[in-house]
C-alpha cells in the first residue's frame, strides 16, 4: 500500500486550469482516470488525510503510486479526452458500465448499390442506417416481415443475392412480393434505393404523411373501378398501422428524445435508456455498473451520457435527453452534446405531463433490472465460488484459481496441427484473452510434443515480460534455466489473436464482475482490467493462471509438467480432463483424481475444456477452408486481392485464366505484361487441378461451379477428394 505523499506533486506544480488526469500504480497501469475545471483544487482533494476519504476513494489513491495530468483549452475538450483515455485504458477504478447484452438494431445498408435490411449488431458501420436498438431481434423481425408488402426492399445476403443474379431467379420473397428483386433485374438500383429511403423515413417517424398518401392513392384507384389496386393498397395501409402499433404513443406531440433513468445503492447502479422517435418507444436498453468510487447521480448521468454519444453524431443525438439528475456542471456536456448532434440540445428533468410519467416508467424499469442482476449475480457468484473452491480442494492448491487457462491441440490426420488457448477468470470466459498457435516445430501428429511446444512458447513470453518490467525475482538463475530448458524444435513465434464471436456469448473485453463475497481478488488488478503495458495498454502473455489445464490424459499433462520445469516454473498448477471418463489426472501420479459427477467443479473444467476444444477446432476448420480454396495465383508476388478479383471477374475462371495468353491477361486493367508473364508461368509450374467434389452432395463439379459454391455457401470445395468426416477431427 502507497502512501499518497509519496508522490504528491509539489505546491505550483499542477495548474489552475482545465484538464484530465490519470492516476498510475507501480507497474504504470493506468487505475483511473478523470477529468476537472481546475486541476489543483480538483487532485487536492485526493490528498488530504486518508481517514477523510471515501473508503473506495481511499483505495485508489493507496494502490497508485504516481499522477500525470494533461492540460485543455475548455471543460468540453476535458469531458472528450476523459471518455477517450477511460475507453483506451479501461481503469479499475472508473465507472465503467456492462450492457448485459449485444443489442440488435434495424439497419438499412445504404452504403451498398442496393441497400439490404437486417438485424446488426456490434460496433455501428458508415453508411448504414441504423433504427433501435430493440430488446429482442424477433421484435425486429416481425416489424421487417410486416413492412416489407409496402416497401419491397432487398433482404438477402450477398451470396444469395450473387446466385440469384447468376442464375436468372429470384428468390422465394420475390415470387411473393415481398422483395422487388434488383437481383434479376425487375426494378433499377435508383428504384430500390428510392424505396430503401421511404422504409428508412417510414423507421423514424414520418408515418402520417405515408398513411395519407396511400389511403389518396386508394379512393383514387375505387374511383376508377381499379378494385384489386384499391384493395392491394388498403391492406398495405393495415399491415403499416399493424407495424405502428407495435410501438404505442408515449408522447402526443410526435417528440423525439432519449430517456435516461438510474436505480443505485451503495454497491451498484442500474442505468435504463428508452429512445422515443416520433412520439414512440423505438427501442430500449440498459447498463449495470459497480460504483467502484464515490460518485453522484449527476456523474453517473454524466457517465451514460458518454457511453451512450461518445460515438454517434447526427440524428443519433436526440433534441431532447430527459435525466433525473443533471451533471456538475452542466454547461460543458450540454455544448458537448450539441457538438455531435450539430444542432442544439436539450438536457434537462422532466418535472409534469407525459414525460414525467414516462420517466417514472423508465425508472421503475431501471429498478427492476437492478434487482434482476443483484438476484441473477448472487446465484451465479455462489455458483462460481463453490466451483473453484471444489477445484482448490481436489488438487490441494493453496487458493481457489482465479485464473484458469486451458489448452488443446486439433489437426485433421496429422494436416493443419494447431492449437488453443482460452482463459477463464473468476469462474468465467475472458474472450480477449484467448490466443490460437500454429504448430511449427516439426510435421506430424504428435499431441504430446505440440502440447510440450504451446506450453513453452506461452510462458518464455511470460518469463520475458517478467524480464522487462523488472518483476524477475531471481533473473539470472531464470535465465539460466529457460537457456538450458528449451525443448529442441520448439518454436517461439506464430502467434495469432484469437477472434472473439461477433454476435454470441458474452462480451469479455472488461466485462468480469467484481465480487463482494471473496471470488475476486482485489489486490490483482490484471483479473479485473488485463495486466498492461507501460503506456497502460493490455499486454498479451504477461499474467500467469493459478491453473493450467491441458484436454487430455497422463501424457499430456507430463508434457506441460516438462515444458514448465525446463523454464523454471514452479508455482503454476497443472492438470489434465480426459474425455473417456472425466477423470482429473496431476503430474507424477498413477492414479487420477475422480470428482463426483454433481460437483461445480468438475462441471466448470469441462466448460473450459470444452471450450478450448471449440476454439481449437474452429481454427483448424479455417485454416483447412483456405488450404483447399487456395490458387496458383497466391504464389504470385506483388498480386494482391483487388487485382485476383480483377482476373477472375474478367475471365470468369480459374479455368479460363488458366486458358488465356499473356496478351489476353495483360488486357486486365491494372496487369502489366511482366506481371501477366508471371502469372502464366505460375499456372505452368502448378500441377492440373483435380475434380472439384462438392462436400454436400458428393457431386463433382467444374470451375465455374465450384466457385460459385464457394463463393455463396461458405462451405470448402475439395479437390480430388470429398471432405474427410468430422469425426476424425482433433
Known amino acids: 500500500m502507497a502512501d499518497p505523499s509519496s508522490y504528491r506533486p509539489k505546491p505550483g506544480q499542477i495548474p489552475d486550469s482545465p484538464g484530465v488526469y490519470r492516476f498510475r500504480d507501480e507497474h504504470r497501469r493506468v487505475i483511473y482516470v478523470g477529468k476537472a475545471k481546475s486541476l489543483r483544487q480538483r487532485l487536492a482533494n485526493y490528498f488530504q488525510d486518508l481517514a477523510g476519504l471515501h473508503p473506495r476513494t481511499r483505495t485508489m489513491v493507496t494502490t497508485a503510486a504516481s499522477v500525470e495530468w494533461t492540460v485543455v483549452s475548455t471543460e468540453v475538450e476535458a469531458l472528450q479526452l476523459e471518455y477517450s483515455w477511460i475507453k483506451e485504458y479501461d481503469p479499475r477504478f472508473n465507472v465503467k458500465y456492462r450492457d448485459d447484452k449485444s443489442y440488435p438494431y434495424l439497419a438499412v445498408t445504404m452504403n451498398e448499390e442496393f441497400p439490404r435490411v437486417q438485424v446488426m449488431r456490434g460496433h455501428k458501420k458508415k453508411g448504414v442506417r441504423y433504427f433501435g436498438p430493440y430488446a429482442h431481434a424477433w421484435a425486429i423481425r416481425d416489424t421487417v416481415d410486416l413492412l416489407l408488402r409496402v416497401f419491397p426492399v432487398r433482404t438477402c445476403s450477398a451470396g444469395v443475392f450473387k446466385n440469384a443474379s447468376r442464375t436468372g431467379r429470384p428468390c422465394l420473397l420475390g415470387y411473393i412480393g415481398k422483395c422487388s428483386a434488383p437481383c434479376v433485374g425487375r426494378v433499377s438500383a435508383e428504384d430500390h434505393r428510392e424505396l430503401a429511403e421511404e422504409f428508412s423515413d417510414f423507421m423514424t417517424g414520418r408515418t402520417g404523411t405515408y398513411l395519407r398518401r396511400l389511403e389518396t392513392q386508394m379512393m383514387e384507384a375505387a374511383d376508377e373501378m381499379e378494385y384489386e389496386r384499391a384493395a392491394r393498397l388498403r391492406d398495405d395501409i393495415e399491415a403499416l398501422k399493424k407495424a405502428m402499433e407495435k410501438s404505442a404513443v408515449v408522447l402526443a406531440d410526435a417528440t423525439d428524445a432519449d430517456l435516461i433513468a438510474v436505480a443505485e445503492d451503495e454497491l451498484e447502479a442500474a442505468v435504463q435508456i428508452f429512445h422515443v422517435r416520433g412520439g414512440r418507444v423505438r427501442g430500449q436498453r440498459g447498463w449495470v455498473t459497480d460504483k467502484v468510487e464515490e460518485i453522484t447521480t449527476g456523474a453517473l448521468v454524466e457517465h451514460a451520457l458518454q457511453q451512450l454519444y461518445g460515438e454517434e453524431t447526427g440524428d443519433a443525438v436526440p433534441k431532447e435527453v430527459l435525466v433525473p439528475a443533471l451533471p456538475d456542471p452542466l454547461e460543458p456536456v450540454q455544448e458537448w452534446l450539441t457538438g455531435r448532434r450539430g444542432s442544439n440540445v436539450s438536457l434537462r428533468i422532466p418535472q409534469r405531463g407525459d414525460k414525467r410519467a414516462l420517466m417514472e416508467t423508465v425508472e421503475r424499469n431501471a429498478q427492476q433490472a437492478l434487482v434482476l442482476h443483484k438476484t441473477k449475480r448472487a446465484s451465479d457468484l455462489t455458483t462460481r465460488s463453490r466451483a473453484l473452491e471444489e477445484i482448490a480442494d481436489a488438487l490441494d492448491l493453496d487458493s481457489a484459481p482465479l485464473r484458469i487457462e486451458c489448452y488443446d491441440i486439433s489437426h485433421l490426420q496429422g494436416d493443419d496441427v494447431v492449437a488453443s488457448m482460452v482463459v477463464f477468470e473468476d469462474g468465467l470466459a475472458r474472450k480477449s484473452e484467448y490466443r490460437r498457435f500454429q504448430i511449427k516445430g516439426f510435421e506430424g501428429q504428435d499431441d504430446v510434443r505440440s502440447m510440450h511446444e504451446v506450453i513453452t512458447r506461452r510462458f518464455k513470453r511470460y518469463l520475458a515480460e517478467k524480464e522487462r518490467t523488472g518483476e524477475w525475482t531471481d533473473g539470472e538463475d531464470a535465465l539460466a534455466d529457460t537457456a538450458s530448458g528449451s525443448p529442441t524444435g520448439s518454436s517461439s513465434g506464430s502467434l495469432t489473436d484469437s477472434s472473439s464471436d461477433p454476435l454470441g456469448g458474452t462480451s469479455s473485453a472488461g466485462l468480469s464482475e467484481p465480487s463482494s463475497t471473496g471470488l475476486t481478488d482485489t489486490s490483482a488488478a490484471p483479473l479485473a482490467n488485463g495486466l498492461k503495458d507501460d503506456d497502460g495498454r493490455p499486454k498479451r502473455f504477461a499474467y500467469p493462471p493459478q491453473l493450467v489445464v491441458v484436454d487430455g490424459g497422463q501424457p499430456q499433462v507430463a508434457a506441460a509438467q516438462r515444458a514448465l520445469d525446463e523454464l523454471g516454473i514452479d508455482d503454476i498448477?497443472?492438470?489434465?480432463?480426459?474425455?473417456?471418463?472425466?477423470?482429473?489426472?496431476?503430474?507424477?501420479?498413477?492414479?487420477?483424481?475422480?470428482?463426483?459427477?454433481?460437483?461445480?467443479?468438475?462441471?466448470?473444467?469441462?466448460?473450459?475444456?470444452?471450450?478450448?476444444?471449440?476454439?481449437?477446432?474452429?481454427?483448424?476448420?479455417?485454416?483447412?477452408?483456405?488450404?483447399?480454396?487456395?490458387?496458383?495465383?497466391?504464389?504470385?508476388?506483388?498480386?494482391?486481392?483487388?487485382?485476383?478479383?480483377?482476373?477472375?471477374?474478367?475471365?470468369?475462371?480459374?479455368?479460363?485464366?488458366?486458358?488465356?495468353?499473356?496478351?489476353?491477361?495483360?488486357?486486365?486493367?491494372?496487369?502489366?505484361?511482366?506481371?501477366?508473364?508471371?502469372i502464366a508461368a505460375a499456372f505452368a509450374r502448378a500441377a492440373p487441378a483435380a475434380p472439384a467434389v462438392n462436400t454436400a452432395t458428393g457431386e463433382i463439379m467444374d470451375d465455374e461451379e465450384s466457385e460459385t459454391t464457394a463463393e455463396t455457401s461458405g462451405e470448402p470445395v475439395s479437390a480430388g477428394a470429398p471432405d474427410e468426416g468430422r469425426g476424425q477431427e482433433r
Do not use: M, N
Not at 473417456?580 to 467443479?601: I, N
Not at 498480386?639 to 488465356?660: D, M, P
Open 573 to 678: 498448477a497443472v492438470c489434465g480432463l480426459a474425455k473417456r471418463l472425466e477423470e482429473v489426472w496431476l503430474p507424477g501420479d498413477d492414479d487420477p483424481v475422480v470428482l463426483p459427477r454433481t460437483s461445480e467443479g468438475l462441471y466448470l473444467l469441462q466448460r473450459v475444456r470444452d471450450e478450448a476444444h471449440r476454439f481449437a477446432i474452429t481454427y483448424q476448420r479455417t485454416k483447412r477452408a483456405k488450404r483447399f480454396r487456395s490458387s496458383p495465383l497466391d504464389d504470385v508476388p506483388g498480386l494482391g486481392e483487388t487485382r485476383k478479383q480483377a482476373l477472375i471477374k474478367h475471365f470468369g475462371s480459374v479455368k479460363k485464366l488458366r486458358a488465356a495468353t499473356i496478351d489476353q491477361i495483360c488486357e486486365v486493367p491494372g496487369i502489366g505484361r511482366k506481371t501477366a508473364e508471371t
